[in-house]
């Protein structure tokens, strides 16, 4: 056996190593990358709903008073 020959054997897997953990390191940037733009895509759908629950709800409202006003101008 050639002394030496283990240790640049492991050098190589050690190469390999990193470049499998420099792959998976942008694999995770890019996964960070798209959570973040899904949460904004979240939060403003979720305040355009708001906005067209608070909307309705308005319109809930004047309805209810509109025929609470109706029902006193018949009695």
Do not use: C, F, P
């Amino acid at each position: 056996m050639h002394i030496g020959g283990g240790l640049k054997s492991a050098e190589e897997n050690l190469e390999a190593k990193n470049e499998e953990i420099k792959k998976i390191w942008h694999s995770n940037q890019k996964l960070r990358e798209e959570k973040d733009l899904v949460w904004e895509n979240l939060k403003r759908w979720k305040s355009g709903y708001q906005e067209k629950v608070q909307k309705l709800q308005e319109a809930s409202r004047r309805h209810q008073e509109y025929l609470q006003a109706e029902n006193v101008e018949r009695k």
